[in-house]
């Protein structure tokens, strides 16, 4: 089993930056796959970025070009820095690790909310 926990949401005016950071319970030396998902209120969870063990990254369209995924040296953290945040931003922002390739864990999540 591994927990996630994630911290850094919060209230920032549009325009302004955010970094979400997402600790693993346990350091995975073997392939995994981090990443960020998001749900905002009525729509369902999405993707927003997420990172191979290999470096390999894939973004939403929708945050390209304003947010950056990256892995922390102790590789069991995973890092979402986030700029130019829009309204659209706002959701709760859940961490995310796929491994082994099947198995899924989730963070509880952190409210991002970006004023207009």
């Known amino acids: 089993q591994v927990q996630l926990v994630e911290s850094g949401g919060g209230l920032v005016q549009a325009g302004g930056s955010l970094r979400l950071s997402c600790e693993a319970s346990?350091?995975?030396?073997?392939?995994?796959?981090m990443g960020w998902y998001r749900q905002a209120p009525g729509k369902q969870r999405e993707l927003v970025a997420t990172?191979?063990?290999?470096?390999?990254?894939n973004y939403a369209d929708s945050v390209k070009g304003r947010f950056t995924i990256s892995r922390g040296n102790a590789r069991n953290m995973v890092y979402l820095q986030m700029n130019s945040l829009k309204p659209d931003d706002t959701a709760i922002y859940y961490c995310?690790?796929?491994?082994?390739?099947?198995?899924?864990?989730w963070g509880q999540g952190t409210q991002v909310t970006v004023s207009s």
């Open positions: 995310h690790l796929r491994w082994p390739p099947g198995t899924d864990y």
């Open positions: 990172i191979t063990s290999g470096g390999n990254t």
């Open positions: 346990r350091t995975i030396l073997s392939i995994n796959t």
